[in-house]
């Protein structure tokens, strides 16, 4: 649950959420702690609980607010030539986790609970962005059969999870960075591909 209309303002909201991202997006909710995220964003415990109810109301605004803008900017990226919207999907992926790195840590955490109101919310933003990614797919890969499609969706989603995980590690590389490396990295692979086919 979001907090109660008046309760913070929403430079206060995006700043505790922000916190509450980075612990949750680092240590999986399960081992998030409270202590340190109102420790981390300078207020008192039961400040956060006043303002979220709950760890998993904390938990829900943070998978909401990420999940919203992932879908929001994937969705945006969906225009022009197919092969030219896996480059703008990775674009719009890494432009809009620059200023919230562990969104996607957040989204995709597999330490939610089966069933709860986090894991419930975190599955639909899941869901709209399997949408997108399959339909995305479905206009690269030829038609006809399933199984290409479905192993081809998957592997869109690996590697972009493992660019993900990469760009954690390295937080010193920016959007742009990011973006650029990528690019060089599939032209290279495509270049290669052609190669092998002549």
Known sequence: MSPPPGA???????????VAAAEFGARGYAHA????????????????????GSK???????????????????AAAQTGPALGRVTQTLTAIF??????RFDWAVLYDA???????PWERARKH???????RADGVREVVPAGDR??????THLWFSGVSA????????????????????????????????????
């Open 8 to 18: 913070c303002s929403a430079d206060r909201e995006r700043q505790l959420l922000d």
């Open 33 to 52: 702690s409270m202590d340190r995220i109102a420790e981390e964003a300078g207020v008192t415990k039961p400040l956060l609980y006043n303002y979220f």
């Open 56 to 74: 998993d109301g904390l938990a829900v605004a943070c998978v909401d607010h990420a999940g919203a803008r992932l879908v929001e900017a994937v």
């Open 95 to 100: 432009r809009i986790l620059e200023g919230s």
């Open 111 to 117: 330490t939610l609970r089966p069933g709860t109101e």
């Open 126 to 132: 899941r869901r709209a962005l399997a949408r997108l």
């Open 147 to 152: 199984l290409d499609a479905d192993l081809a």
């Open 163 to 198: 660019a993900v995980a990469w760009w954690l590690d390295h937080p010193r590389e920016s959007a742009d960075a990011m973006e650029r490396r990528l690019s060089r990295i599939a032209a290279a692979l495509v270049e290669a591909l052609a190669e092998e086919a002549l």
